[in-house]
């Protein structure tokens, strides 16, 4: 099979893998077409690597601008089709019910872009909310066993002919292989120090989880804090494993894990649900990962670089799974406007 590489994508985090995916099902470019070139690639581990650490669920935490808005319902929208597309459920997305509180209410704009689209939405009662907790809901959510959805993917978009290179590279335009026209620039954290793009706007923010063995929870639950974040989700299909978290810190660039913030997790999560005690708790893995976060939000806009078309897409800080799908889709979009006007 020949192979032309027309359209590269740079990275290979999830933002990365829904650009490849939405280049082949909305664009319907050609998979031979098509290379992503990674430092990482799913299956590896590093804190410069922020996919594989991830929570990994469809929550409500994230900003409420109209983008943002609009690229978490196409997401929890659409992620039914690359489900189905991957293999199924047992590839490492599923749905599970959810609970979500909020120490201060977020909004009606929030709330009422929610009311349009979230399964079994339900709005908690006053009288039911625990203690501090200002509003709350239930919903049917969606759940990731995130280096595990990952790499079927990669294994879904490597069958159809898409081609994987595993390369560091320090300057953008070494991503133009000899045929590519474009280059979709996916690179999270690493927009912040790769050169020719260099935006000094990226910036980590740093989490903990603990991954534990909990096999009876079958359920998320998320309190979201003015300047704490507590979270328990449970991997889809992953043989009990469930993640506690976590912490939101800014611009903190270590992937040391810390004791003492263990202990800090423990203690909330137990708190806001008692039932994980209801077996000893069981500790498979402590983790930390950079949230590949940007001063404005996310970057979805063209450049050119020596005349050729490049595509920015990144920026989604610790909401990948859930709005990375609609970011890939405007992203994709942008090319298909520019093919329209022929200025490719």
Same mark, same amino acid.
């Given at each position: 099979m020949s192979r032309s590489d027309e359209y590269v994508v740079l990275g290979a985090g999830i933002t990365g893998l829904y650009t490849a995916y939405c280049l082949l099902n909305d664009a319907k470019i050609s998979p031979t077409k098509v290379t992503v070139i990674a430092q990482y690639l799913p299956g590896d581990q590093s804190i410069h690597y922020t996919s594989p650490w991830a929570g990994g669920n469809f929550s409500c935490i994230t900003p409420n601008d109209p983008d943002t808005l609009e690229f978490d319902k196409y997401t929890y929208t659409h992620l039914h089709e690359l489900q189905a597309k991957i293999g199924g459920p047992e590839k490492g997305i599923d749905h599970?019910?959810?609970?979500?509180?909020?120490?201060?209410?977020?909004g009606d704009v929030k709330v009422n872009s929610l009311k349009t689209y979230l399964k079994d939405l339900q709005i908690i009662p006053k009288f039911q909310l625990p203690a501090g907790v200002a509003f709350g809901i239930k919903y049917t959510t969606w759940d990731f066993f995130c280096p595990f959805y990952l790499a079927n993917i990669k294994k879904y978009l490597e069958a159809a002919g898409v081609t994987f290179i595993k390369q560091k590279l320090t300057h953008i335009s $070494?991503?133009? !292989?000899?045929?590519? @026209?474009?280059?979709?620039n996916c690179t999270g954290i690493g927009a912040f120090s790769l050169s020719g793009v260099k935006d000094s706007n990226v910036y980590p923010t740093r989490g903990q989880v603990?991954?534990? =063995?909990a096999p009876h929870i079958q359920e998320n639950r998320m309190r979201w804090g003015e300047d704490y974040a507590t979270y328990i989700i449970p991997r889809a299909h992953s043989n009990g494993q469930l993640i506690l978290g976590g912490f939101l810190q800014k611009d903190n660039w270590t992937g040391d894990t810390s004791a003492e913030e263990s202990k800090d997790i423990i203690k909330r999560t137990t708190e806001l649900m008692p039932e994980i005690l209801d077996r000893p708790l069981e500790i498979l893995a402590v983790a930390a990962g950079l949230r590949p976060s940007r001063y404005g939000g996310v970057r979805i806009e063209t450049e050119r670089v020596e005349g050729k078309l490049l595509i =920015?897409?990144?920026?989604?800080? #610790?909401?990948?799974y859930q709005s #990375?799908?609609?970011m890939?889709?405007?992203?994709? $979009? !942008?090319? !298909? @406007?520019? @093919?329209r006007g022929a200025k490719l």
């Open positions: 599970n019910p959810t609970t979500e509180y909020w120490d201060v209410y977020p $070494q991503a133009y !292989l000899p045929r590519t @026209k474009v280059v979709f603990l991954v534990v =063995h =920015h897409n990144y920026g989604a800080s #610790g909401y990948g #990375g799908f609609g890939a889709h405007r992203a994709v $979009q !942008l090319l !298909l @406007k520019e @093919k």
